[in-house]
């Protein structure tokens, strides 16, 4: 099984050259894994509801702004997991809404728990011409022209349903998952092909010890569209299942480096948890950009309903 996994990560690491069309990896996934990894819902045996906010490089024009929210949740009568999420990402003169749902059903076994799931995703994503700015055009009172017939003055658009199949496997030794964006019906809006996705490719490798009153988990999270790659690794611990602490680092080589970040989170009431994220941009654009990047997240979380039937707690402690 590692070496699997660590053969699995070299080929996914191998990208071509060119100009991504994904989005930017928001930090705090954590706060659900079936936010990325949509076979993750429900494991933990508990019902969650998140909503975070990002704002990036806070002092630069157009900068990447970020909602997100969602539920997941067991159900454990049938031995399954459903999840769905909505988000809001605006970059520039771009703005994507997306939403998806996922159903995951669990197998145990007596070694590995295997979560196999699939999910609908629909990507909206809009230009507005009307925020170009160009050196010789015409904005105010005058009239609005970018004198430059190559510039569109009004929206362009595109919408994308994607399938969303899905993998998740824990282990005693390692926990690792797998997520496949497959775009099926695309169609763009004044003209065809204004924009095309690429099939996506999410892992998500996770293991986690508990020593005394500490909780300590570590992350590796790959995602790729074949054209870049973006990764982000996260060491976090918990102390007393109240408070925690976590420090994350994107990018893999010297090309792909894009921040490095801090992270807390407070129980500041007995199923809410409240999460801050704070990123120094360390990327080859630092001494361009303006500003950290910021995280803020609310969590909701509370037990699942018990099933007349239940999973032997050998195979998962937590279903």
Same mark, same amino acid.
């Given at each position: 099984?590692?070496?699997?996994?660590?053969?699995?990560?070299?080929?996914?690491?191998?990208?071509?050259?060119?100009?991504?069309?994904?989005?930017?990896?928001?930090?705090?996934?954590?706060?659900?894994?079936?936010?990325?990894?949509?076979? &993750?819902?429900?494991?933990?045996?508990?019902?969650?509801?998140?909503?975070?906010?990002? #704002?990036?490089?806070?002092?630069?024009?157009?900068?990447?702004?970020?909602?997100?929210?969602?539920?997941?949740? %067991?159900? *454990?009568?049938?031995? @399954?997991?459903?999840? +769905?999420?909505?988000?809001? $990402?605006?970059? @520039?003169?771009?703005?994507?809404?997306?939403?998806?749902?996922?159903?995951?059903?669990?197998?145990?076994?007596?070694?590995?728990?295997?979560?196999?799931?699939?999910?609908?995703?629909? #990507?909206?994503?809009?230009? #507005?011409?009307?925020?170009?700015?160009? %050196? $010789?055009?015409?904005?105010?009172?005058?009239?609005?022209?970018?004198?430059?017939?190559?510039?569109?003055?009004?929206?362009?658009?595109?919408?994308?349903? $994607?399938?969303?199949?899905?993998?998740?496997?824990?282990?005693?030794?390692?926990?690792?998952?797998?997520?496949?964006?497959?775009?099926?019906?695309?169609?763009?809006?004044?003209?065809?092909?204004?924009?095309?996705?690429?099939? &996506?490719?999410? &892992?998500?490798?996770?293991?986690?010890?508990?020593?005394? *009153?500490?909780?300590?988990?570590?992350?590796?999270?790959?995602?790729?569209?074949?054209?870049?790659?973006?990764?982000?690794?996260?060491?976090?611990?918990?102390?007393?299942?109240? +408070?925690?602490?976590?420090?994350?680092?994107?990018?893999?080589?010297?090309?792909?480096? #894009?921040?490095?970040?801090?992270?807390?989170?407070?129980?500041?009431?007995? *199923?809410?948890?409240?999460?801050?994220?704070?990123?120094?941009?360390?990327?080859?654009?630092?001494?361009?950009?303006?500003?950290?990047?910021? $995280?803020?997240?609310?969590?909701?979380?509370?037990?699942?309903?018990?099933?007349?039937?239940?999973? %032997?707690?050998?195979?998962?402690?937590?279903?």
């Amino acid at each position: 099984m590692i070496r699997f996994i660590l053969f699995f990560l070299v080929l996914i690491s191998i990208h071509l050259e060119g100009e991504a069309q994904q989005s930017a990896l928001s930090a705090l996934q954590y706060l659900d894994y079936s936010r990325v990894i949509g076979a &993750t819902a429900g494991l933990n045996g508990t019902n969650i509801a998140s909503l975070t906010y990002r #704002d990036q490089w806070t002092n630069l024009p157009g900068r990447p702004v970020y909602y997100k929210g969602g539920w997941s949740s %067991p159900i *454990k009568s049938i031995g @399954g997991a459903y999840s +769905i999420h909505g988000s809001v $990402d605006r970059i @520039g003169l771009q703005t994507s809404t997306a939403f998806r749902i996922g159903y995951n059903q669990v197998f145990p076994t007596e070694i590995l728990l295997i979560s196999a799931g699939v999910g609908l995703g629909f #990507d909206q994503r809009s230009w #507005d011409g009307r925020l170009i700015r160009t %050196p $010789d055009g015409i904005y105010g009172s005058q009239g609005f022209d970018h004198m430059d017939p190559n510039l569109t003055l009004g929206n362009m658009s595109h919408q994308s349903f $994607d399938l969303l199949p899905s993998l998740f496997i824990q282990s005693q030794y390692v926990e690792v998952g797998f997520e496949f964006g497959i775009p099926f019906l695309e169609s763009s809006n004044p003209v065809k092909n204004v924009f095309q996705k690429n099939y &996506t490719l999410r &892992t998500l490798i996770f293991k986690e010890f508990t020593v005394s *009153k500490y909780v300590i988990s570590g992350q590796l999270f790959v995602y790729s569209d074949f054209i870049k790659t973006q990764s982000e690794i996260l060491l976090k611990t918990e102390y007393n299942g109240s +408070i925690f602490g976590a420090v994350s680092v994107r990018g893999y080589d010297k090309n792909s480096f #894009d921040a490095m970040g801090l992270h807390l989170g407070i129980k500041v009431y007995a *199923k809410l948890w409240l999460m801050i994220g704070v990123e120094l941009p360390i990327n080859i654009l630092q001494g361009q950009i303006s500003g950290l990047n910021q $995280d803020f997240g609310l969590k909701y979380v509370w037990n699942a309903k018990n099933s007349k039937t239940r999973f %032997p707690v050998i195979f998962n402690p937590r279903w």
